[in-house]
C-alpha cells in the first residue's frame, strides 16, 4: 500500500504506525524499508512498537517476554544494515555478516524511526538510543506530552544528541 501512494504522490510523507518490529527478521525488515524509501525518493518513516499480543509472538515461535530486547536488536541491525556495506551485526538475538543491504535508504542515516509508547526507562533509553523520534499512546493527554517531550529532550541532550531534532506524533 505505501509502495501504491509512494508512486501516486510526490510530497506526502509515508509512515507506519505501528510496525511490531520484532516480528520481522531484521534483514528483510531492513531491506524492505530501503527498497521503499528509495521508491519514494526518501519520504518513509517508520513507527515501531513492542506489540502486546502474546498470540503474535507465540504463532512465531518468539519469547513474548523478550520483546523489547527483540525490538532493540531489530533496529540496531536496521541501522547497521543502513550505514555499511557488508555489513556486520551481532547481538543476542540477531547475528549476520558480510551481508550486503541494496538499495541503500536515501535519506542520510537510514529511515527515520519512531518509537511508540509510554516513557518508560526502557522505552527512554531506546528513543534516545536508536530513535528519531516518539509516538505516545493513544489517548495522551497534553500534560503527558508536555512532560514527555521534556523528558525526551533531557535525555536527548545527555546523550549528545541535538533536542531540536526530536519529533514528535501524537494524536488529537
Not at 9 to 30: C, D, K, Q, S, Y
Amino acid at each position: 500500500v505505501l509502495a501504491a501512494i509512494a508512486g501516486a504522490t510526490e510530497r506526502i510523507r509515508l509512515a507506519t504506525g505501528i510496525l511490531i518490529a520484532p516480528l520481522r527478521p531484521a534483514a528483510l525488515l531492513a531491506k524492505t524499508a530501503a527498497t521503499l524509501d528509495v521508491l519514494s525518493r526518501g519520504r518513509l518513516e517508520l513507527g515501531v512498537g513492542t506489540g502486546w499480543q502474546k498470540e503474535e509472538f507465540d504463532a512465531l515461535g518468539l519469547d513474548f517476554e523478550r520483546r523489547g530486547a527483540l525490538l532493540n536488536d531489530t533496529i540496531a541491525a536496521c541501522r547497521a544494515l543502513w550505514s555499511e556495506s557488508p555489513a556486520r551485526f551481532s547481538s543476542p538475538s540477531v547475528s549476520f555478516e558480510k551481508i550486503w543491504c541494496e538499495p541503500r535508504p536515501v535519506q542520510p542515516g537510514g529511515v527515520p524511526i519512531w518509537f511508540s509508547g509510554t516513557l518508560t526507562r526502557r522505552n527512554l533509553e531506546r528513543i534516545t538510543r536508536l530513535g528519531d523520534g516518539w509516538i505516545p499512546i493513544m489517548g495522551e493527554t497534553p500534560e503527558g506530552l508536555e512532560r514527555g517531550v521534556a523528558q525526551l529532550r533531557d535525555a536527548w541532550r545527555a546523550h549528545g544528541r541535538d533536542p531540536d531534532g526530536l519529533k514528535v506524533r501524537g494524536s488529537l
